[in-house]
């Protein structure tokens, strides 16, 4: 199988199980038969207990995009760096950037507007979020070019820059508008992206989807 630009050190995110949570994990080595030795996750301090016959979910981002395949847990091995063996047993899907899963779910928000000299701090509320961009609810019209820095809180702080690229006057009072992501570190965005995937994945457990 081939893996597409997983080398060695790369970090993953990982579905085990029934857990809600995606945990965190590192490549550590790739064997020719297509094996792969990764860290044993932690979580609270404590290694995820995995067992051997286990399918995972192993979702991991590159410059090229974000990647997901599923495999099976071959061995665990002990000792100071604790490590599982796993193989892949489907083939890898490639995600565009323009095929963010976008994530319907409230979170109240605060933002600044760029050209503000005075910066002036407003509220508003996310009404969905993807690794693209996010559509909220703001009392402040926001005409459609300007630049927003925004705060909130998924399972991490995050900041964000958007810019404004639909606005819509609301028939109750404020109004909802589109941002697009701009200058967003690529780490920011793996957080914003592997929180979506854990959100999913928890609707998924609970029959919602």
């Known amino acids: 199988m081939t893996h597409l630009n997983l080398q060695p050190g790369q970090k993953l995110r990982l579905g085990i199980g029934n857990s809600q949570t995606m945990y965190s994990s590192q490549v550590q080595d790739i064997s020719k038969d297509g094996s792969i030795l990764i ?7 404590h290694l995820v207990p995995v067992r051997v016959g286990s399918i ?7 410059k090229q995009g974000l990647f997901t395949f599923y495999a099976k847990v071959l061995n665990r091995f002990s000792g100071k760096l ?7 047993i489907s083939s890898v899907e490639r995600l565009q950037r323009r095929q963010y899963f976008r994530l319907e779910k409230i979170i109240p928000f605060t933002y600044t507007i760029k050209d503000d000299e005075e910066g002036k701090v407003y509220k508003g509320i996310i009404q969905d979020i993807s690794g693209g961009g996010l559509r909220c609810k703001v009392d402040k019209k926001l005409e459609i070019g300007t630049v927003i820095n925004c705060n909130f809180t998924l399972n991490k702080e995050i900041s964000v820059s958007g810019k404004v690229v639909r ?22 965005r793996e957080k914003i992206i592997s929180y979506i995937f854990e959100e999913q994945r928890k609707s998924r457990l609970k029959g919602i989807e």
């Open 56 to 62: 995972i979910q192993v979702i991991y981002f590159t």
């Open 167 to 188: 606005f819509e006057e609301l028939l109750e009072k404020g109004y909802e508008i589109g941002l697009c992501y701009i200058d967003i570190d690529e780490k920011m």
């Open 82 to 88: 604790p490590l599982l063996e796993i193989m892949p």
């Open 39 to 45: 860290d044993t996750p932690i979580y609270s301090g």
